[in-house]
C-alpha cells in the first residue's frame, strides 16, 4: 500500500503519483488515442487520487472529460484537482490574463466543467505582464476564503515574481518545469520553498517522454518532435547514452526506468508529488508503481553523476 503524502502545509492528502491530463482527450480510433475517462478510472482503480489539469488543455476539453467521469463515478470527494487558469481567447487568439475579475470568472468556468463545487488547488498558469501578483494571487485567496478552491498556486512564475506572490503568505504549491535536463529549480527556489513551506509539483518530468526511455537512435522523431532542443543532435545522442547508463539500474529495482527517474524526483525534498503526462492506461499503470521505489543513496548519486545538477538543454 502507498502512503499519501500531504501537499506542503496543505489540508491536501495525495498519492505521490498523479496524473498529468494534457494528455486527456476523446478516444480516437485513427491515432489509437484512448478515451480519457478510461485512463483516469484506471488510474483510480489503482489507487491514484490526485488529476492535474488546466483550462488551456485542449481548451477545456481536459477538464470536461474529468468532470464527466468523475460525476458519472461519484468519485469527486475521492479526488484531489488541481487546475489553472490565465490564458484568455481573445478573437481566436490566446493572451495572459491574471486580473483579478478573469481570474474570478476562470475559477467559475473551471467549476462548471468540472461539474463540482470546489477546487482543490487551483493555479495561475503563467504570470501576466500587467497585474500586480499579489493583487492576482489575493483575487484566489477571496475564492479560498468562500470555499470556491481549497489551496491556492501559482506556476511558471520567477523567483522574484513568487516572493511579490506570496507577499501575504497565500501561495500553497509551486508548479514549474523540472526534470533530470533542468534542475535549476532546486538552486533558484527550492530555498524559497523550505523557508514558505511551499510544495513543489514539477512539470514535464520526462521532458515529452525522453526521459521514460521509450526512444532509441531508430526511433522514428516527428517533425514537431524535431523542433524540440531535446531531439536535436548532438544533444539527442547525448542524452540517449546517458539514459543507456541509468537504465543499468532497471534490474537491481526490477522495474523500467521511468520509474526509476519518478523516484529520484520524489527523493527531493521539497517533491511532494509528480504528475507525469500519461496518455493511456498502460503508461497511467507503469507511472504509478514509481511510488513504491525508495533509491538507496548510492544510487541517487550515480543518478547525479550522470545527469550533473548543473546539465542543461541548449534552448
Ligand atoms: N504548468 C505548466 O505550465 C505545465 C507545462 C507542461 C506540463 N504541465 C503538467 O505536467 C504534466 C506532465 O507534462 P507533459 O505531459 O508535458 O510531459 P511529460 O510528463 O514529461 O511527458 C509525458 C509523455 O511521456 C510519455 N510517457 C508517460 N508515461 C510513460 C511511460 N510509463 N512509459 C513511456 N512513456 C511514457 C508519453 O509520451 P507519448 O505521448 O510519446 O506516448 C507522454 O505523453 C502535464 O500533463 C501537465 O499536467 C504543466
Not at 62 to 83: D, F, H, M, P, Y
Not at 108 to 128: G, K, N, V
Not at 166 to 191: I, K, R, T
Request: charged share 25%.
Amino acid at each position: 500500500m502507498v502512503e499519501k503524502v500531504r501537499l506542503g502545509r496543505t489540508d491536501l492528502i495525495v498519492h505521490p503519483i498523479g496524473l498529468g491530463a494534457n494528455k486527456i482527450s476523446a478516444a480516437d480510433p485513427d491515432t489509437h488515442t484512448e478515451y480519457g475517462g478510461d485512463v483516469i478510472l484506471a488510474g483510480i482503480e489503482n489507487g491514484m487520487n490526485f488529476i492535474d489539469t488546466a483550462f488551456i488543455y485542449g481548451r477545456g476539453e481536459s477538464e470536461t472529460i474529468i468532470g464527466k467521469t468523475l460525476k458519472e463515478n461519484q468519485l469527486r470527494k475521492e479526488i484531489v484537482i488541481a487546475t489553472k487558469g490565465a490564458h484568455q481567447e481573445v478573437n481566436g487568439e490566446i493572451q495572459l490574463n491574471n486580473h483579478p475579475d478573469f481570474l474570478t470568472q476562470q475559477v467559475e468556468d473551471s467549476l462548471s466543467r468540472l461539474q463540482t463545487d470546489y477546487i482543490d488547488l487551483y493555479y495561475i498558469h503563467f504570470p501576466d505582464e500587467d497585474t500586480p501578483k499579489a493583487e492576482a494571487v489575493g483575487a484566489l485567496a477571496r475564492l479560498k476564503e468562500q470555499g470556491k478552491i481549497r489551496a491556492i498556486g501559482v506556476s511558471n512564475f520567477s523567483l522574484e515574481q513568487l516572493k511579490e506572490a506570496n507577499v501575504d503568505g497565500h501561495v500553497d504549491v509551486v508548479q514549474d518545469e523540472y526534470n533530470l535536463l533542468n534542475q535549476s529549480a532546486e538552486e533558484n527556489f527550492f530555498p524559497y520553498f523550505k523557508e514558505k513551506e511551499i510544495s513543489f509539483i514539477p512539470y514535464f518530468p520526462f521532458a515529452s517522454g525522453l526521459l521514460a526511455g521509450k526512444y532509441d537512435q531508430d526511433t522514428h522523431l516527428s517533425d514537431r518532435q524535431k523542433q524540440r532542443p531535446q531531439f536535436q543532435e548532438p544533444t539527442y545522442s547525448d542524452i540517449l547514452n546517458r539514459m543507456d547508463k541509468l537504465k543499468t539500474l532497471e534490474k537491481k529495482y526490477d522495474t523500467g526506468i521511468q520509474n526509476i527517474v519518478l523516484a529520484y524526483y520524489l527523493s527531493q525534498e521539497p517533491v511532494n508529488a509528480v504528475i507525469p503526462g500519461a496518455r493511456n492506461r498502460q503508461q497511467m499503470l507503469e507511472n504509478l508503481h514509481a511510488a513504491t521505489i525508495q533509491l538507496d543513496s548510492e544510487d541517487r548519486a550515480f543518478i547525479e553523476s550522470v545527469f550533473p545538477k548543473d546539465y542543461r538543454l541548449n534552448k
